[in-house]
């Protein structure tokens, strides 16, 4: 066992912290609030980074950058914006020794100051649609913060367009929806459900807001990601107006975007065991670690060049000869698996730790599979071969090519989907009053389904009488009409209520 990572079932807010600090992902910074994302934790956000920008740009985005400075009038021109934001902003009143004309607000997000610019370089129909996205960091003063769960200062991306039409600007908001749900289910494994939110809940200044939520192993929700159809309202308020096809200047039609690096956070918490991290081959910067075994260094030469023709076959690629020939300086080398993912396979030569103890360091970091090799092996021609999972195989070395390794590491994305399916199915219940769903609620954690029509001061009183907030109006909606939970008036549509982060 992993003597430094409380179980989860003891405290599950402690292990999560544990599982953090173990895999070194991150650490507290010196401002309050804030938080240093360390190469491991940074790593696993590029991976993801990686993969969402071919995706954007697949479906036609491109990347900019927008200032971090955000003048204070900007935000007071969409009303329902500022209000929804003002208790987040980080205000800037001096610079360079005096006070400043205007007040500058640090980036909470970035729908206003690029509504300016979008007015000056929207003036026809042959301007659109202008599709954005930016990679950046955002500032919401927040009171209560964990690592990367709800940090006051964080990375995201944003992005933004801009479109003729009503219609267009729907397609793309639940184009990107759907563009984050493959995201969340293919490559990090993590089951979502996809909904609008309610009004109380949509973000501020929004026509509707739609959403994934994935379930945490505590039965807790977190929302994963945002889509935003803005409407005309960012339009009208920053003068962004174009001549359409028929002459008539108009006001655009907007949306934004978003998910952020509490992605890690999810990660974390959807999969991660009592003896740490555990990745996704998707998204794990290392897919495995080569751990040679020998008491002396000529058995550890032995080894080594034994294994490097598989390290060989399965890197394709000249590099391994350059690795293989710093593998006798006591460090870690590495060979990329994969060089447009720089995705790697490491080899771990250090003589100041014993096998066990590198056991649990690449355990607790999460990596998907682990070779180990002695003098044994080396005489019989295997290798022994361990998932993250628990699973080991004594395979014949001459057996492991990149068939059969992408074999086992598509085997083990598959496990933890399905395994996070399973508990996320297991953990959704239906009831037919608010009686039944504050007992639950009261006891368990998991995802509740009801017929409730959507108000603002009927969510805000189960929200204090339970935690409980109304997750999303999901699409997948069973059809007739059943009493609300609250009024006992009709209702056509469930929702799905959870206590979230």
Known sequence: ?????????????????????????????????????????YAIWESM???????????????????????????????????????????????????????????PTSETIIGHMYADWIHSWRDLPVLINQWANVVRWEKRTRLFLRTMEFLWQEGHTAHESAEEAEQETLRM???????????????????????????????????????MQDGKALQMGTSHNLGQNFARAFDIKFEGRDQVVQNAWTTSW?????????????????????????????????IPIGKSDEEKKKVVEYFNPVLRRLAGDAEVDAASARLGNDQLSAVFYNNLTGQQIVVDMRDQMRPGEKHYYWEQRGVPLRI???PRDVESGTAVIK????????????????????????????????????????????????????????????????????????????????????????????????????????????????IGY
């Open 1 to 41: 066992m992993a003597k430094n990572i409380k179980p989860r079932n003891e405290d599950y807010s402690e292990w999560y912290l544990n599982v953090i600090a173990a895999a070194q992902l991150a650490d507290y910074a010196p401002v309050r609030g804030c938080m240093v994302i360390r190469p491991t934790g």
């Open 49 to 107: 980074q990686k993969e969402l920008d071919r995706r954007f740009k697949e479906l036609g985005h491109v990347n900019a950058y927008f200032p971090l400075f955000i003048p204070e009038s900007f935000l007071r021109k969409e009303a329902e914006h500022v209000e929804g934001f003002a208790p987040e902003c980080a205000v800037v009143t001096h610079g360079g020794g005096e006070k400043l004309e205007e007040p500058l607000v640090v980036r």
């Open 177 to 215: 929806l759907e563009c984050y749900r493959s995201f969340a289910e293919d490559f990090l494994a993590v089951p979502v459900m996809t909904g609008v939110k309610t009004d109380s809940e949509k973000f501020a200044g929004a026509l509707r807001t739609y959403c994934i939520e994935g379930m």
């Open 258 to 290: 978003g998910v952020s690096t509490r992605l890690i956070g999810a990660l974390i918490m959807a999969h991660s065991d009592d003896e740490g991290l555990v990745l996704p081959p998707k998204v794990a910067p290392v897919l495995a670690v080569v």
């Open 372 to 374: 180990e090799i002695g």
């Open 387 to 498: 998932s993250r999972l628990g699973d080991k195989d004594v395979i014949n070395a001459a057996d492991l090519d990149r068939n059969s390794f992408d074999s086992r590491l598509a085997a083990i994305q598959d496990a933890l989907f399905r395994r996070a399916v399973e508990f996320r199915n297991a953990n959704v219940v239906d009831v037919a009053s608010y009686d039944e769903l504050k007992a639950f609620f009261a006891g368990s954690r998991g995802f509740v389904r009801c017929r409730f029509n959507p108000d603002r001061a009927v969510e805000a009183r189960i929200k204090e009488e339970t935690k409980a907030t109304v997750r999303c109006i999901p699409f997948d909606q069973p059809g007739g009409t059943g009493p609300d939970i609250i009024s006992g008036k009709p209702a056509d549509r469930v929702v799905v209520f959870g």
